[in-house]
């Protein structure tokens, strides 16, 4: 639940803070709340303050703000 909080808390701050339309957050954990299972080295594309996809960590598309979460 920490780890949700704390990403919610980080996506709405990095917009703020880099006013970037695009920001790809990499290098993230992910829990799937349904079934409780953590995902590893995930990619999250953000834009406009909202989730636009996830997908598992690849190659890092040009136009977004790099955010590396560091395994958080």
Known sequence: MR???LFA????LSSIIFGQNKILLYNANLI???AS??????MIFVSNGKIESVK???LKPKGYKLIDLGGM
């Open 56 to 58: 598992k960590d690849g």
């Open 32 to 34: 799937d709340g349904i």
């Open 9 to 12: 808390v980080l996506l709405t």
């Open 37 to 42: 299972v953590e995902k590893r080295n995930m």
């Open 3 to 5: 780890k949700v909080l």
